[in-house]
Structures are given as structure tokens and as C-alpha cells.
């Protein structure tokens, strides 16, 4: 007889219903001597019927560094600068049968020289025997920047982003989820696809003298990236998660990304413990160099010199620990949660002795009813 | 291991489970908060952007949402 009602009681949880509704905020700061940026965010979704999830978002990046700028006269100066940039995020997501589910949601990002409208739908099915579910989904985003820096005006570019997914139930224990992104960036010259609109690279000219040139990036981006993750239980408390990403790119980086994390909960899943690595290692963009010396027939058509078009190797190391409070008034469950983690990066191609050493610092809260 | 194999190999973890039952008794592990990955959305997309700006690489992480059968 237990038994049978547990069973009732399980097939009764499974029955199509949109995942409950919930609110979150957080705060996360990043640094890493040269940059410091506070990132507070919030989210909440909420149920329109027994169909139909609504949820909102925002994150605000507060920037604030100081950084060596390469400027048109050639003048290599520490220059202190702030910014703060909104994205405003709003989605709906819809049963359309017991296994279906539409998902739409639009993204408006807004800082003082830069603009990013973002769109996308998406289609999520689930297999009769509720052990697969399929995603797939296109986003498009409009770029538009300007910059009193830069000679012209306002400039935009156009991204179309296509995702597939497979999430499987292996066994009781495992779960093993796939995803592939392919990514096309039609850029303006003046943009170039790394968002930047600062950049400047060293030029010895022929006559020994130094100047400083604009980036010029090839205004076609198009981008690959595979993904293998796999969970596996060990034991009723502690889980194995471990990933590996595949990136290519027609600009000729390509980068392997592997992390591996261990989630423990205790005293009943009301305190969760997490410790997690990451490692990326990147190969340089073709038209990469540190500097440029020009040649009789010329300079390079497309020219480059930033570290992230460099090649790079990068380890993260992190924890995050949440406590959990379940029943609390009209709450199902309320938790806190603290997250610390610390990045090394190194740039062997573009300078050996160069290091990058990042710190972020996190805490949030969620709320389910 | 060749890339012939590899893609066999996951041809066959994409089928097996279609061969096998697992009632709906037997997720309670799988919908647990330790299998929870990634475990904050707001604090993935703080990282996304992130790692967006300091490597060159993008895309890969919008892996199908959990399938747990719960839904």
C-alpha cells in the first residue's frame, strides 16, 4: 500500500506542469588588477497559467580600471576609465503538449558607447519515455556601438546564433547532455567581432618611427563549438560533473575547454558544498601579432594584438557552498549561497612573462513557492 | 581512439537508453540539487560573460536543459 502510494505520488509530480515559480539576486565581482566590475543580477519567474512561465531579468555590469590605451598619436598611457552597462532580459515559455515546449525571450543591453538587442525561440521536446529531451533554438543580436574615439558614427553588426541539445537519462545515476553552437558574425570593420571599439595596434613604419593603427578584424566571424557534459550520482549525496568543449573558428583559433566539479549535500541537501576546476587552452587568430613592422608591399590586411585573440592557457580553481531553508512561510525552499573562484592566465605566444590573475567573488539568494 | 569510434560510441549511448525502463521511482537521485549543472543561472551567465571577454572562444553551453522526467 505504500507503495502504491508512493508511486501515485510520483506519477502525480510528473504530470505536465512548468517548473515552479521562483526569484533570485545576486551580486559577483570580478578583478584582476586591471579591471574591476560589479555585477549584481536579479531574476524572477512566475507561472500565467498551468501552460505558460513568464520570467525577467537583469544584470548591470559596473566597470571601473585603469588600462594602457594605444591612441591614434601613438601615446602609450595608463588611462583610467568607468562604465555601467544594463541587460534587461524578458522570456515566456509554453506547453504546447505534455512533451513540448516553446520557448521565446528578447534581451535589450545598454551601456554609454554600446547597444545589443538580442531575440530567440526555441523548441524543447521530450521523448515518450521521458528519458531524452531535444532542444533546439535560434537567437539573433544587433549590435550597434559609437564611440567620439573613432571617425564615423554609429556602427552595428549582426549575429545569428543556431544551438541544438540532447540531455539523456543513461541510468539512475548518469546523465549525459550534448550541445553544439554555431555561431555567424557579420561585423563592420570599425566594430570588429571582439566588441571592443578601442583598439589599437603598434606599427613600426619604415622609417623607424612608431605609430599606432586601428584593428581592422575580417567582417565574417563564423563559430563552432561542441559540448559533452556528463553527471554522475555517487552514492544519494555527492555527484561527479565533468565537461569538455570543442571550439573552431574561420579565424583559426581553436581552444579545448575541460572542467570537473564535485557537488556533496549535507544534512539532507540543506547545505550543498561545491568544488570545481576548469582548464582552456587556445590557439592564436591567424592574423594575430604583438606588434607590426611595415613592409615594402605593405602592412597586413587584417592586424591584431589583443590577448584574447591570443594564444592562452587558463586554470580555474573554485568552491561555492549554499545553505537551504525548506517550509519557510509561503516558501518552499529559500537558500543562500557564497562562491569564490581564482583564474590564471598565461599567453605563452604573446609573451611568456605575461600573467593575468582574476578573482570572483559571489553571493546570492533564491526563493521557490 | 579514431573519430570513427568515437561517434559509434555515441551513437550507442544516444540509443541505449531507449532500450531501457527507468520508472519514474527510480529519478529521485537524478532530480536532486547535487545534479544540478550548471547550479545558479544567474552566476552562469555572470561566468559566460566573463570567459567571453577574456578568451576567444563562445557558444557550447546552452546544452539541453536537465532531463530528469520530471515534466
Redesign the interface.
Known sequence: MFRLV??LL??A??T????GERA???V?V?ADGDIV?V?P???LKVDASDAVQLNV?W?A?VLSGATPLLTADAVSSATTFEDVRHAFDVGVSGRLDALTLLRGSARFSLESDYAVVTASVGL?R??Q???????A?YATLLDEAWTSLREGTRQTSVTH?L?G?????????T?????????MHACEELIGC??NTYRYVAVRTLDSGDIALRETHPDRRA?????L?L?Q?LG????L?GGY???A?N?A?L?H?ADL?V???LAG?RV?L?AEGRM?R?TT?SFFQPSYTEEEEGLPRYRSADR??AG?W?WRVGG?V?WAALGLGPLLRASW?L?AYH?W?RYPTLDPSLK?N?W?L?G?F?AEW | MSPRHLLLL?AA??L???CV??Q????G??E??????P?????A???G??DG???????????????????
Open positions: 508512493l508511486v510520483v506519477v509530480s510528473a505536465p506542469v512548468l517548473a533570485g539576486g545576486r559577483d570580478y566590475v555585477a543580477s536579479a531574476q531579468g544584470m555590469n524543447e521530450e521523448s519515455n521521458r528519458r531524452a529531451i531535444f532542444t533554438s546564433r544551438d541539445g540532447l540531455s539523456l537519462l543513461l541510468t539512475k545515476t546523465r549525459l547532455r550534448l550541445g553544439v553552437s554555431g555561431l571582439q566588441s563559430r563552432l563549438a561542441t559540448t557534459r553527471s550520482a544519494r549525496y555527492v555527484a560533473h568543449r570543442f571550439y573558428d579565424w583559433v581552444a575547454t566539479a557537488h556533496a549535500g541537501e550543498l561545491r582552456t587556445q587568430a584574447e585573440l592562452l587558463s561555492r549554499e549561497n562562491r583564474t592566465y593575468r582574476a570572483v559571489g546570492g533564491d | 555515441l549511448l544516444t541505449a537508453p531507449g525502463t527507468l519514474p521511482w527510480e529519478r537521485i537524478l536532486s540539487r547535487i545534479m544540478g549543472d547550479v545558479d543561472p544567474l552566476a551567465s555572470f561566468d560573460h566573463v571577454a577574456r578568451e576567444a572562444v563562445a557558444g557550447g553551453e546552452a546544452v539541453a536543459t536537465d532531463a530528469c522526467g520530471c515534466n
